[in-house]
């Protein structure tokens, strides 16, 4: 006579056996794959006076695609916020009874309006 060779299954087992039969844990790489990508696009341009060029400027920036730009130079009085296209521009300069001089300018794209935590200027420029 041959004797069964299967032991009895305690509770614990029991658990056990249906934990890992449940649905597979997803590892670190399915993880990652699912993860967006997101890459923002920074230039600088010394734009040496803007008070006549943002139509070009703005231009040039969208042919570039870009999402932060920093102008420099941009001999704007005071400082501020104001919407230029699908940019928002942040802006700081000498005050509004002085010579127009220095100053600079930060373009943010409005898609990155949320991600981006847009604070105070601190400084009229460099």
Same mark, same amino acid.
């Given at each position: ?36 990508k997101r890459t923002l696009k920074f230039g600088t341009w010394n734009v040496q006076g803007c008070r006549?060029?943002?139509?070009? @400027?703005?231009?040039?920036?969208? @042919? ?43 373009? @943010? ?18």
């Open positions: 006579m041959q004797r069964a060779s299967s032991s009895p299954i305690t509770k614990k087992q029991e658990i056990l056996k249906k934990q890992t039969n449940s649905k597979p844990r997803k590892s670190d790489g399915d993880r990652r794959r699912k993860l967006k006549n060029k943002l139509e070009e @400027i703005i231009g040039e920036i969208n @042919i570039m695609k870009m999402d932060v730009v920093v102008l420099t130079e941009t001999k704007k009085k005071g400082t501020g916020s104001e919407t230029l296209g699908n940019y928002i521009q942040l802006f700081s300069g000498v005050k509004k009874y002085e010579r127009a001089k220095t100053g600079v300018s930060v373009l @943010i794209n409005k898609k990155w309006k949320g991600p981006i935590k847009i604070g105070k200027l601190l400084t009229k420029g460099f």
